[in-house]
C-alpha cells in the first residue's frame, strides 16, 4: 500500500525503467560524454580522480554500454560468430569452449551457428556475415572445410582445422595441432610392446574425397611402414560415435591375430573397448587399445583408456587471438603457441 491506504499496481504492470545512457553518466559525474567514452574504452589520458567519478557514476546508474552504438563509433563490431558441424563431441565442444573464454575476456560476444549437410552454406555464411563482426569456423569435418573455402575474402574469419596436407595451407588464417606425429607415436609405442601389427579404426576427415586418410590414418600408417609392416585395411571413417566403434570392434574382435588397435578418438576407443568385452578378449591382455583426444571420461573407463591428449581449447584461444587481430586495427595478434599433443598411457595399452 502507499501512504494514503490505497494498494499499488503490481510492478509487472509498470512500463520498465528507461536504461541509463552515457549523456545520463556524463551528467551525473560533471564531464562531458566524450570523457565517459574515454574511461569506458580505458583511454590513458584521464585523470584518476575523474576516471574514479565516472566509474561511480556508472555503478549507480547501472549503466551498460550499447554494443552497436560502441561499434559504429569504434569501428568495431565485438561479436564473433561460429560456424560448426557439432557442438557435443569432446574436440568441437573443448574447441568451442576456448574461443569462448578468449572471447568473453576480450569482450566480444559469441553467437554459433551449428552446420547441417541440408543447409545452403552460401545462404547460411551471408546471414552470419549480416550480423558483422567476424566468422570463426571449426573445420574438423567436411561440412566445416566446405564453409571456410566459401566465405568472402573480404570478411574476417579464422578457423580451427585438421593439419592440411603437406605444402599447402588453409584458404584463411587457421591453427591446428600435428595429428600425423601424435598418431605415428602412438602407433609406434604399440609397435614396441611386441605387436606384429596395428589396426586402425578411423574418423572422418576433412580432407579429399570418397575414403582419402585424414592425418591421423596418414601417421598411422608412417609409423607401420617405418618398422616394415604392411598396413591392414583401415575400418570405420563414416562416424565418431561410441556405435560405430563397436560396430567394427565387433569385426576386429572376431579375428585373433587382432592385438592392437588406435581409434581415431576416444568415442570410437569406447565402442571398441565394449564390443571386445563382449567377446571375451581383455584388454590389455588379449588386445591392446589407444584412443585419441583424451576426453574427461577416458580416465574413467575399465580398464582406464591410454590415448593422445590434444590442447582442444588452446586452439580455440589462438585461433580467436587471429581474429582478433584482423577486426581491431591496433590488437597485434600472437603467434600461435598451442601446446600441441601427448601421449596418456593407461592401463589399455
Same mark, same amino acid.
Given at each position: 500500500m502507499d501512504v494514503t491506504g490505497h494498494t499499488r499496481p503490481a510492478d509487472h504492470g509498470q512500463e520498465p525503467r528507461k536504461a541509463a545512457s552515457i549523456r545520463d553518466v556524463a551528467r551525473a559525474a560533471g564531464v562531458s560524454h566524450q570523457t565517459v567514452s574515454r574511461v569506458i574504452n580505458a583511454h590513458p589520458n584521464v585523470r584518476d580522480e575523474t576516471r574514479t567519478r565516472v566509474e561511480a557514476a556508472i555503478e549507480t546508474l547501472g549503466f551498460r554500454r550499447n554494443a552497436t552504438a560502441f561499434a559504429l563509433a569504434s569501428g568495431v563490431t565485438r561479436s564473433v560468430t561460429v560456424l560448426t558441424a557439432n557442438t557435443t563431441l569432446y574436440g568441437y565442444a573443448a574447441t568451442l569452449q576456448g574461443l569462448e573464454e578468449a572471447a568473453r575476456a576480450a569482450g566480444y560476444s559469441l553467437g554459433v551457428r551449428v552446420l547441417t549437410p541440408e543447409d545452403d552454406l552460401d545462404r547460411t555464411i551471408s546471414s552470419a556475415v549480416a550480423g558483422g563482426?567476424?566468422?570463426?569456423?571449426?573445420?574438423?569435418?567436411?561440412?566445416?572445410?566446405?564453409?571456410?573455402?566459401?566465405?568472402?575474402?573480404?570478411?574476417?574469419?579464422?578457423?580451427?582445422?585438421?593439419?592440411?596436407?603437406?605444402?599447402?595451407?588453409? !584458404?584463411?588464417?587457421?591453427?591446428?595441432?600435428?595429428? +600425423?606425429?601424435?598418431? +605415428?607415436?602412438?602407433?609406434?609405442?604399440?609397435?614396441? %610392446?611386441?605387436? +606384429?601389427? =596395428?589396426?586402425?579404426?578411423?574418423?572422418?576427415?576433412?580432407?579429399?574425397?570418397g575414403r582419402s586418410e585424414g592425418l591421423r590414418a596418414q601417421g598411422w600408417r608412417a609409423a607401420l611402414e617405418e618398422a616394415g609392416v604392411t598396413p591392414p585395411e583401415p575400418r570405420g571413417g563414416n562416424g565418431w560415435d561410441a556405435q560405430t566403434g563397436y560396430d567394427e570392434g565387433e569385426r576386429l574382435a572376431g579375428d585373433p591375430e587382432v592385438t592392437a588397435i588406435l581409434c581415431g578418438n576416444d568415442d570410437l576407443a569406447l565402442g571398441v573397448l565394449r564390443a571386445l568385452h563382449h567377446a571375451g578378449r581383455s584388454v590389455p591382455g588379449d588386445v591392446a587399445v589407444i584412443g585419441f583426444d583424451?576426453?574427461?571420461?577416458?580416465?574413467?573407463?575399465?580398464?582406464?583408456?591410454?590415448? =593422445?591428449?590434444?590442447?582442444?581449447?588452446?586452439?580455440?584461444?589462438?585461433?580467436?587471438? %587471429? %581474429?582478433?587481430?584482423?577486426?581491431?586495427?591496433?590488437?597485434?595478434?600472437?603467434? !600461435?603457441?598451442?601446446?600441441?599433443?601427448?601421449? =596418456?598411457? +593407461?592401463?589399455?595399452?
Amino acid at each position: 500500500m502507499d501512504v494514503t491506504g490505497h494498494t499499488r499496481p503490481a510492478d509487472h504492470g509498470q512500463e520498465p525503467r528507461k536504461a541509463a545512457s552515457i549523456r545520463d553518466v556524463a551528467r551525473a559525474a560533471g564531464v562531458s560524454h566524450q570523457t565517459v567514452s574515454r574511461v569506458i574504452n580505458a583511454h590513458p589520458n584521464v585523470r584518476d580522480e575523474t576516471r574514479t567519478r565516472v566509474e561511480a557514476a556508472i555503478e549507480t546508474l547501472g549503466f551498460r554500454r550499447n554494443a552497436t552504438a560502441f561499434a559504429l563509433a569504434s569501428g568495431v563490431t565485438r561479436s564473433v560468430t561460429v560456424l560448426t558441424a557439432n557442438t557435443t563431441l569432446y574436440g568441437y565442444a573443448a574447441t568451442l569452449q576456448g574461443l569462448e573464454e578468449a572471447a568473453r575476456a576480450a569482450g566480444y560476444s559469441l553467437g554459433v551457428r551449428v552446420l547441417t549437410p541440408e543447409d545452403d552454406l552460401d545462404r547460411t555464411i551471408s546471414s552470419a556475415v549480416a550480423g558483422g563482426g567476424g566468422l570463426m569456423v571449426i573445420g574438423f569435418d567436411r561440412l566445416g572445410a566446405s564453409a571456410l573455402r566459401r566465405i568472402p575474402a573480404d570478411v574476417p574469419c579464422a578457423a580451427v582445422v585438421e593439419a592440411p596436407p603437406h605444402g599447402r595451407r588453409p !584458404p584463411r588464417p587457421a591453427v591446428w595441432a600435428d595429428d +600425423r606425429e601424435a598418431a +605415428r607415436a602412438a602407433t609406434a609405442h604399440l609397435l614396441r %610392446l611386441g605387436h +606384429r601389427t =596395428v589396426h586402425y579404426v578411423a574418423i572422418p576427415t576433412s580432407v579429399g574425397t570418397g575414403r582419402s586418410e585424414g592425418l591421423r590414418a596418414q601417421g598411422w600408417r608412417a609409423a607401420l611402414e617405418e618398422a616394415g609392416v604392411t598396413p591392414p585395411e583401415p575400418r570405420g571413417g563414416n562416424g565418431w560415435d561410441a556405435q560405430t566403434g563397436y560396430d567394427e570392434g565387433e569385426r576386429l574382435a572376431g579375428d585373433p591375430e587382432v592385438t592392437a588397435i588406435l581409434c581415431g578418438n576416444d568415442d570410437l576407443a569406447l565402442g571398441v573397448l565394449r564390443a571386445l568385452h563382449h567377446a571375451g578378449r581383455s584388454v590389455p591382455g588379449d588386445v591392446a587399445v589407444i584412443g585419441f583426444d583424451d576426453a574427461p571420461h577416458a580416465g574413467f573407463l575399465t580398464p582406464a583408456l591410454s590415448t =593422445v591428449r590434444m590442447d582442444f581449447q588452446g586452439l580455440g584461444r589462438d585461433a580467436f587471438a %587471429l %581474429l582478433r587481430g584482423q577486426l581491431e586495427s591496433d590488437y597485434e595478434a600472437p603467434a !600461435p603457441t598451442f601446446a600441441g599433443t601427448e601421449l =596418456v598411457l +593407461r592401463e589399455s595399452s
